[in-house]
DNA sequence: AGCCTGTATTGACGTTCATTGATGCAACCT
DNA sequence: AGGTTGCATCAATGAACGTCAATACAGGCT
């Protein structure tokens, strides 16, 4: 349950060289357009927002989350799910109880990929 | 033709408090997901960046765009429409051609709101 | 005027998506 | 063991989306 599957805007190296500096090629744009498809719905953007509100190391029960929304709980569960395979989450199941958290950086990954103005070389 | 529909990452003042910041509300989220909807598709990602690859003030004919793709030009054209309509790009026809620009400060402000680590507030 | 090129719109079709009730599974509590 | 609660999965349905062929529109050219 705690393996995500998308690895796009990976921990690793900066997945593209950013939106403005040069045209993507197919197979990044796919990769990409998962994450934004996935960000793309007023539900998962407010769970987004939910969970990356507990600030770094954060964690959400969804028993916090599901009250907030005039939806069933599968469709909660259901959008939850979408985030975590769009690499932008992940859950962990304590007792009774299933937190979620947002996976350390990758928003300001991609921040940093729709940034114009590319950031300083950090040549160190 | 050179007015867009949609204000969310809006000019004048900061949309949204931050995605990481505060829980959105109903309102914010649904205009915010508008955007990233617009940036979830393959296409309209590849299109935004041929686009912002020409940096600010730059702009592409649609003649450039479409046979970059493996598409029909009514598609290509129907994906233009979209972008336009959330608000990331403007166009004008000049004579013959249309060409296609980005709005500006609308991806640093959509980077903005995604970063976590909120930028020092500006004083002066 | 007429034709040609570039682009947008329309209407239709197949696919994907959001949502739900029903069901299944996991963990706690007697 | 049995019952209860929290969450995920399944199956089905209606709406939204991506795509195209056909068509319409705009501007340049002869």
């Given at each position: 349950?705690?393996k995500?599957?998308?690895?796009v805007?990976g921990?690793?190296?900066?997945c593209?060289p ?6 993507l ?10 994450v ?13 927002s ?6 770094e ?5 969804v028993?916090?989350l ?11 569960s ?9 690499g932008l989450?992940d859950?962990e ?5 299933v937190y979620?958290?947002v ?12 940034t114009?103005t ?6 160190a």
């Amino acid at each position: 349950m705690s393996k995500h599957e998308l690895e796009v805007i990976g921990q690793d190296a900066a997945c593209c060289p950013g939106l403005s500096v040069a045209p993507l090629d197919e197979d990044q744009a796919s990769e990409l357009a998962k994450v934004f498809k996935a960000l793309g719905d007023p539900v998962r953007l407010r769970l987004m927002s939910m969970i990356a509100s507990r600030g770094e190391g954060g964690e959400v029960c969804v028993c916090e989350l599901t009250p907030a929304f005039d939806l069933s709980q599968p469709t909660i569960s259901h959008h939850l799910k979408l985030l975590r395979q769009a690499g932008l989450i992940d859950c962990e199941r304590r007792g009774t109880w299933v937190y979620y958290w947002v996976l350390p950086g990758v928003l300001d990954r991609l921040a940093a990929f729709l940034t114009t103005t590319q950031p300083a070389e950090v040549t160190a």
